[in-house]
């Protein structure tokens, strides 16, 4: 692991927030649920005024998260779609953007639809195709959206090269880091204009909030998305903010051992019977395992493989686990299993779905904080019991 660019977050997300109270010394970051702020006089506004424009709790988790990131304004909003849409209202209908085949599922359906509306014009492309790629930005897009590791492949793009390509032809780039965090990965050190997460995942860490951030390199446009995002009004919450904050204080310790069990569970599910392949990117044949190796921290704790016998076998599987939970989401300190094609990308349209490799047959890991023994205990449990 070779970024020399990744700060090493680990002391900043401790001190997020503390001593920042002028008025008690609360050690803690206080949560600010007033929705309105007094003027102190006729037009002589303090510094908040009312929670949707700007609020105390969520500035702090904003300018928190711009700090890990390395970036100039953060931007928290109430999930992570609404995050993505927020990128969406730098577009005019003659704009060109471009998407990779294989990106989170909501992400997908967003800017398909909205496509489909007028709204603007999409290229989808294997971003690991350069030549495909190539095409695309000779087309001259306004945005390309990138998706390292991709959801829920774990494919990997060299934000660096793919990025300097974007702005060669004047394209924006946005990244989402949901997958790793800014404890592995700082997409605007690579060349990025805007990193975005789903807060719900790691950063919160605790399965308890549905939020976002984005955080973007330059000012200005940190200024114009966060004109839009009141505009809109699609801010987070003060509450939702508090939680948010307070999960992210633990991010690089859980992060730790949350890799530390999935590099277990990797090589205990590479050698198994009941699996097919196993995608991972800290598996020295994994197609990305060289960029991971340079733009990241870590290989993150995220992982499917194709398990042999189909749906049925799944099936089989998810019925015998006990420990993993069937569910939506990751990046919370329980172990999460899914079936992508069913749940995650089940937005997707099925010929898209199997383009993007996304097979029936897949099956989708978060590996969580439980102790590693019983992790693998339930695990090839779920795995004997699948091929009966
Ligand atoms: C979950 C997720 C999103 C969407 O975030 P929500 O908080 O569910 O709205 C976007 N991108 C990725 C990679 C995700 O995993």
């Known amino acids: 692991m070779s970024n020399a660019n990744i700060k090493n977050i680990t002391t900043s997300a ?14 803690v970051a206080p949560i600010h649920l007033s929705s309105t702020y007094s003027l102190k006089a006729f037009n002589e506004k303090r510094q908040f005024d009312y929670s949707r424009t700007g609020n105390p709790t969520r500035a702090t988790f904003a300018k928190t998260i711009a700090n890990l990131e390395q970036g100039s304004v953060g931007i928290v909003t109430s999930t992570g779609m609404s995050a993505v849409h927020l990128i969406c209202q730098l577009l005019a209908t003659d704009d060109l953007v471009v998407i990779p085949h294989d990106c989170y599922g909501g992400s997908f359906r967003l800017f398909t639809h909205l496509a489909k509306r007028g709204q603007f014009k999409l290229i989808v492309v294997d971003q690991n195709d350069q030549s495909a790629l190539a095409d695309a930005l000779a087309k001259k897009p306004k945005l390309v959206l990138l998706e390292s590791p991709s959801n829920p492949l774990l494919r990997l793009v060299d934000i660096e090269v793919v990025s300097k390509a974007c702005h060669e032809v004047g394209a924006l780039v946005a990244v989402d880091n949901t997958f790793l965090s800014p404890a592995l990965q700082q997409p605007l050190t ?6 975005f997460h789903s807060t719900t995942k790691y950063i919160n860490g605790h399965s308890d909030v549905v939020g976002g951030v984005l955080v973007t390199k330059e000012q200005a446009l940190g200024e114009e998305l966060a004109w839009w995002a009141n505009c809109i009004g699609i801010t987070g919450s003060a509450f939702d903010s508090f939680l948010a904050l307070r999960g992210l204080k633990t991010l690089p310790i859980r992060i730790k051992q949350h890799q530390e069990n999935a590099v277990q569970v990797a090589e205990f599910l590479k050698n198994h019977p009941a699996i097919d ?15 991971a190796k340079k733009q990241q921290a870590g290989f993150g704790a995220m992982l499917s493989f194709d398990v042999k016998g189909g749906v049925a076998a799944v099936k089989k599987l998810f019925a015998n686990i006990e420990l993993f939970t069937l569910a939506q989401s990751l990046g919370g300190v329980e172990s999460l299993i899914n079936h992508p094609p069913t749940m995650t990308h089940a937005g997707m349209d099925e010929e898209a779905r199997l383009a993007a490799g996304i097979t029936d047959s897949l099956v989708r890991i978060s590996v969580g904080l439980e102790d590693i023994n019983d ?9 004997a019991q699948s091929q009966q």
Request: charge should be negative; charged fraction near 15%.
């Open 14 to 27: 401790v001190r997020a927030g503390i001593n920042t109270d002028q008025h008690h010394g609360a050690v």
């Open 375 to 383: 992790i693998l205990a339930d695990l090839a449990h779920g795995l």
């Open 277 to 291: 392949t196993v995608y991972y990117p800290g598996f020295e044949d994994h197609p990305g395992h060289d960029i």
């Open 190 to 195: 690579l060349g990025a204009d805007i990193v």
